[in-house]
């Protein structure tokens, strides 16, 4: 996955991992939304120690971006000292064709970070920060097989963070994933985002912050939604729906383009 201000982006938007303080309600509405399965497995935050396990949900969309569903860890850093970032929080995950070459540039800027590690059931190295509107991001590399997951006919499309200063958070994203931020939004070789966006702090829900889920019929998903009894609001501009999960996580459902 290489790259050059002519050729592809070099980085790819892998996954999005969101927090379920309920994991079972957070499955079932996923499937319902996405009308597929979740793989569950039991992990620990650091392969060294034992000491507690995460519960994880992980959803493959159809281009290989996957949507990743876990438990928090309370006392994080009590139960595991030697991880200085808590990478079972809320993340987004890039992965870039150079793992070294982007924490060289950042340690080039005097920014600090979790030193790259294996993590989780995958064949990747995976590198944790917080970005400067302090979003935690995932840059990784892979470096081995993983396990095979069955795919949905969905993929992620967007995913929006807040930034409190739109030209320092895209000089970081810049740096960080090697590619171009445009009006406050970087788009990968496969057409997927990570769009910066300021924040509205009168919005209950606040829309700088979301998932972007694409399926193929935004109509269907609204007919589970009711059938359920799960409100929700159409998308910005008419664009799909919007809906809270049972975490408060908000999420734009839009319409794909035919695979292939």
């Known amino acids: 996955m290489g790259g050059s201000a002519n050729g592809p982006a070099p980085w790819l938007l892998d996954h999005v991992l969101l ?8 499955i079932d509405f996923y499937e319902l939304v996405l009308d597929a399965k979740a793989t569950q497995f039991e992990i620990s935050p650091s392969k060294d120690s034992a000491a507690s396990t995460t519960s994880f949900a992980h959803f493959m969309g159809r281009d290989g971006t ?3 569903i876990a438990t928090p860890t309370p006392n994080f850093h009590v139960l595991y000292p030697e991880l200085r970032i808590d990478h079972t929080r809320p993340h987004v995950a890039m992965t870039v064709d150079d793992l070294r070459g982007r924490m060289a540039r950042l340690e080039a800027l005097g920014w600090r970070m979790q030193p790259p590690k294996a993590w989780g059931p995958t064949g990747y190295w995976r ?3 917080d970005e400067p509107g ?22 992620l499309d967007h995913v929006a963070i ?21 009006d406050g939004v970087v788009t990968d070789a496969h057409g997927h985002r990570l769009a910066l966006r300021i924040a509205d702090p009168g919005r209950r829900h606040d829309p700088t912050r ?12 609204a007919g589970r939604l009711e059938a359920a009894g799960i409100a929700f609001d159409s ?3 008419g664009d799909g729906l919007e ?3 049972p975490s408060g996580n908000v999420v734009h459902v839009v319409a794909d383009a035919p695979a292939g």
């Open 19 to 26: 927090s379920a303080h309920a994991l079972d309600r957070s």
């Open 66 to 68: 996957s949507l990743h």
């Open 127 to 129: 590198l944790y920060t």
């Open 134 to 155: 302090t979003s935690l991001i995932e840059l990784n590399q892979q470096v081995g097989e993983g396990p095979s997951a069955e795919p949905g006919a969905w993929r």
């Open 162 to 182: 807040p930034a409190y200063d739109l030209e320092d958070s895209s000089s970081w994203f810049s740096d960080a994933l090697g590619a171009p931020v445009v």
């Open 210 to 221: 979301h998932l972007g889920l694409a399926v193929p019929d935004v109509a269907a998903v």
């Open 235 to 237: 998308g910005v501009d």
């Open 243 to 245: 809906v809270t999960d």
